[in-house]
């Protein structure tokens, strides 16, 4: 069973769903709970919505969130490398797949990237293409783009 709340954010509603115990999925605009899903803002859904705020707002920069995702465990060993890439920066398809000491998997990378169910928390919107390009996101590469612009700026801030 799984609850979840709407959240208005600069890129369009985001929907968060935990478990009861961490958050597991997050949606963009356009994508729709499951069916089994209750609509409920719990504490936790609350602190995730006020977490995403201070994000977009520039005062937040690393997610303080219990997190629970679902796949296998070369999934789960890139979606912990994305969680390594420092605010502000971006890394490769090969350079993850280096960091996780398979560095010929680029590819398979590239589609633990695109099933990430918690975008922007686990920030898989910072890997880019071997020559910079922005390059595949769930959210959109406008969204992607304003995710690495947002980022940038904050970081020359500081």
Not at 5 to 27: D, H, M, W, Y
Not at 38 to 43: A, M
Not at 67 to 73: F, R
Not at 89 to 95: A, F, I, K, L, V
Request: charged share 25%; aromatic share 8%.
């Amino acid at each position: 069973m799984k609850n979840y709340a709407i959240f208005q954010t600069p890129i369009g509603k985001i929907t968060v769903a935990e478990n009861g115990r961490a958050i597991t999925n997050l949606l963009f605009a356009g994508e729709k709970p499951k069916p089994d899903w209750t609509e409920q803002e719990t504490d936790l859904l609350k602190k995730a919505g006020a977490q995403l705020a201070e994000y977009f707002a520039f005062e937040r920069r690393e997610f303080d969130l219990p997190l629970e995702t679902e796949g296998t465990p070369f999934q789960r060993s890139v979606w912990d490398a994305l969680q390594d890439i420092p605010y502000g920066e971006t890394r490769s398809y090969g350079q993850v797949a280096a960091a996780i000491g398979n560095p010929k998997a680029s590819r398979a990378v590239g589609m633990a990237n695109h099933n990430n169910p918690i975008s922007i928390i686990i920030p898989c919107h910072r890997v880019i293409g071997a020559n910079g390009s922005l390059v595949g996101f769930g959210g959109g590469l406008d969204v992607k783009d304003y995710l690495l612009t947002l980022e940038r700026k904050n970081s020359e801030t500081v």
